[in-house]
């Protein structure tokens, strides 16, 4: 990618880089790139676009049913607790948000001319949103959305798009020592998710690194769910992107989706006592698997 980065720009007079890079302010390169856009898109064809349509896989319809995806959304919002508060998220969010607070390379976000990007992950959208609750002085902030995504990285396999809908939670509060916060987010987020699952709930928990969190597992989140909460210590995906603790969420031995906690709000309040946790799953998986009635 860098490769081929320097040879575009290898088009260009010297210097284009730097001047569009810090040279311009937001809006007068958003004011470049909007004529930029507005020129190409006047010399594209009905052909053209019809072309685009069947090929490109950022805009080609998803496989699920609609009118089942909207039973499964219908069963989620039901069953969540009314402690969690939805939120209908934007479509986009600010330019560097997965990057910035995830570290996810931006190549892999759809990033708009306009200094936003295309929601990609609504868990870090919901940690904002908490982080500016939790300034206005909320104790404690539980959120939920359902929003579709878009994904710039290759997906490879059946039944993989560039485009999913995810079903998110996002938790976040003061650590209070010992543990304690975080076994009070896992229990609810956990409960959720069970009560969503049913009793064929495959609900796991890895510990990246040493923490009290594993001692208030066993001693305090197992014993209020009374559920099955296996631990997966063979688990390495996500090691860089959660903060110690990751979820694994699926039924009947199908992946769902995942979880755990992150330093997000930490980070955005420069207050490393903040405590955040994120779970979601794909609901298209979830209605492949579960269908609605």
């Known amino acids: 990618m860098v490769d081929v980065?320097?040879?575009?720009?290898?088009?260009?007079?010297?210097?284009?880089?730097?001047?569009?890079?810090?040279g311009l302010s937001q809006s007068e390169l958003q004011s470049v790139l909007l004529d930029v856009n507005r020129r190409r898109a006047a010399k594209v064809t009905p052909a053209r676009l019809l072309q685009r349509w069947q090929q490109d896989r950022f805009v080609r319809p998803g496989p699920a049913d609609p009118r089942q995806l909207v039973k499964t959304q219908q069963r989620l919002w039901e069953r969540l607790p009314d402690r969690f508060e939805g939120i209908e998220l934007s479509p986009v969010t600010p330019?560097?948000?997965?990057?910035?607070?995830?570290?996810?390379?931006?190549?892999?976000?759809?990033?708009?001319?306009?200094?936003?990007?295309?929601?990609?992950?609504?868990?870090?959208?919901?940690?904002?949103?908490?982080?500016?609750?939790?300034?206005?002085?909320?104790a404690r902030?539980?959120?939920?959305?359902?929003?579709?995504?878009?994904?710039?990285?290759?997906f490879?396999?059946?039944?993989?798009?560039?485009?999913?809908?995810?079903?998110?939670?996002?938790s976040s509060a003061r650590d209070t020592g010992s543990g304690r916060t975080e076994a009070e987010l896992l229990i609810d987020h956990l409960r959720f998710w069970h009560d969503v699952l049913g009793d064929t709930a495959d609900l796991?928990?890895?510990?990246?690194k040493p923490s009290v969190v594993r001692e208030r597992i066993d001693d305090t989140v197992r014993p209020a769910l009374k559920i099955s909460l296996t631990e997966d210590t063979e688990r390495t995906k996500s090691e860089n992107y959660y903060s110690g603790t990751a979820l694994g969420i699926?039924?009947?031995?199908?992946?769902?989706?995942?979880?755990?906690?992150?330093?997000?709000?930490?980070?955005?309040l420069g207050d490393q006592k903040e405590r955040c946790l994120t779970s979601c799953v794909s609901t298209e998986r979830l209605t492949a698997i579960s269908p609605a009635a």
């Open 156 to 170: 490879e396999g059946p039944g993989m798009f560039a485009h999913f809908q995810l079903f998110v939670l996002v």
């Open 204 to 208: 796991t928990f890895t510990m990246f």
């Open 141 to 154: 902030v539980d959120l939920a959305a359902c929003q579709r995504v878009l994904r710039a990285q290759p």
């Open 250 to 268: 699926g039924c009947d031995g199908e992946g769902l989706g995942d979880g755990g906690f992150t330093t997000w709000t930490a980070d955005l």
């Open 5 to 22: 980065s320097e040879r575009f720009w290898g088009k260009l007079p010297d210097g284009s880089r730097d001047a569009l890079v810090d």
């Open 95 to 138: 330019l560097g948000t997965c990057s910035a607070m995830s570290t996810i390379n931006q190549n892999q976000v759809v990033s708009t001319i306009r200094g936003t990007e295309v929601a990609s992950d609504p868990t870090n959208e919901l940690a904002i949103e908490a982080a500016v609750r939790r300034r206005a002085g909320q």
